[in-house]
């Protein structure tokens, strides 16, 4: 039976990404909620979604079965807790919220009601990714020993609005891509974060003091260290992730994008190779993802737990970046 969803936020991932994402999988898009009823209207006639509303009751009111929430980070706790009191399967967006502490209640929440949750971090879909865990679990670098991620990137103007600007509403390069750094590092790796150290930047594009770059350094679990430099404000860095191991390395190169593009190139003692890499749209498989967890096969891609953690590794690193210490990471879910 299909799956109907209602988004709560009229947002650009909603519509750039995510409507077809569920519908590609079947789900139907039975309303859309946004604080503005015009805003509500207009996204709903676009897409063909037959109710738009601008209140949550109305929302959760509406016999949907899950919600996809992509509202400005600072909504994404009371309305996950909204959601799983009504009994919905919630598809939350990153970071899950501004706090550890906030993210852990999101997650209990919805434990308590025996709903799905899951956090969309979309880059540990990409076929880039999967394929460098892989390798790593096939042994194919042996011992992996360092990690490089590079995701500088340039924020798009018409995405210069509260990411830049409003502290209040989760603003910052840290919160919008350390934390999928985070998320991607722990699925390839297959590890977790134990200390980070970190410096922010304000590069010209961040207002209110918001960090518009940062560089930093994390030690996991395993001792594998990791470096990440992430940036609103380069045009022409590119991105990439790279594992270097005692037997290999992996590099990938293209891959820190929503697009399911790039390569990986694994480099041995025998030789040079470009490891096969699938295509499959990375929104596309949170969703695949997520459906079947609500059927009970599986879990979602990425779960409330790894939101948690995520998010958890980015709180250290904006600790750090303030008090110029190295910070150890809650490793409490
Ligand atoms: P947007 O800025 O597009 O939307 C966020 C909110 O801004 C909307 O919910 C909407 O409020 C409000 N808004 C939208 N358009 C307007 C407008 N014209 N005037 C005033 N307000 C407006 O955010 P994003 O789509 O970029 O991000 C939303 C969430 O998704 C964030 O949590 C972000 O971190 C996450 N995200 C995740 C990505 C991923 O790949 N996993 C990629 C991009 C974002 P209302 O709903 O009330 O109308």
Redesign the pocket.
Not at 70 to 73: E, H, L
């Given at each position: 039976m299909s799956v109907r969803w209602g988004l709560i936020?009229?947002?650009?991932?909603?519509r750039e990404?995510m409507i077809d994402a569920i519908r590609a999988n079947g789900g139907e898009i039975a309303a859309v909620?946004?604080?503005?009823a015009e805003?509500?209207r207009s996204i709903a006639r676009d897409h063909d979604i037959p109710a738009g509303v601008d209140s949550l009751d109305a929302l959760l009111g509406s016999g949907v079965d899950a919600v996809y929430i992509?509202?400005?980070?600072d909504l994404?706790h009371a309305q996950t807790l909204a959601a799983a009191r009504a009994g919905k399967h919630v598809l939350c967006?990153?970071?899950l919220d501004l706090t550890v502490a906030g993210a852990r209640d999101m997650v209990a929440a919805c434990r308590e009601a025996g709903v799905t949750m899951g956090t969309?971090?979309?880059l540990r879909n990409a076929g880039t990714h999967r394929a460098m865990r892989e390798a790593i679990v096939a042994g194919r670098i042996g011992k992996p020993l360092f990690a490089r991620v590079f995701h500088a990137v340039y924020l798009p103007p018409h995405?210069q609005?509260?990411?830049i600007a409003s502290p209040g509403a989760?603003a910052g390069v840290v919160m919008?891509i350390t934390v999928?750094d985070a998320d991607t590092l722990r699925f390839v790796l297959g590890d977790e974060p134990v200390e980070v150290a970190a410096f922010t930047q304000h590069g010209g594009m961040g207002a209110q003091g918001v960090e518009d770059g940062v560089m930093g350094t994390v030690r996991f679990a395993s001792g594998v260290l990791a470096q990440f430099h992430d940036a609103f404000t380069t045009q022409y860095a590119g991105t990439g992730f790279e594992v270097h191991g005692t037997e290999g390395s992996l590099i990938g190169r293209d891959c820190m994008t929503?697009k399911p593009v790039g390569e990986v190139l694994l480099r041995t003692a025998a030789g040079e190779e470009h490891l096969p890499i699938d295509r499959v749209n990375l929104y596309e498989r949170s969703v695949a993802a997520f459906h079947a967890a609500i059927r009970g096969e599986g879990r979602p891609a990425a779960t409330g737990e790894d939101g948690v953690r995520s998010l958890a590794m980015a709180a250290a690193v904006l600790e750090s970046a303030a008090t110029g210490r190295a910070v150890g990471v809650d490793p409490q879910i």
């Open positions: 936020g009229a947002s650009t991932i909603a990404w909620m946004s604080s503005d805003r509500a992509s509202t400005t980070n994404h967006e990153k970071p969309n971090h979309h995405l609005g509260w990411r989760g919008d999928h929503q």
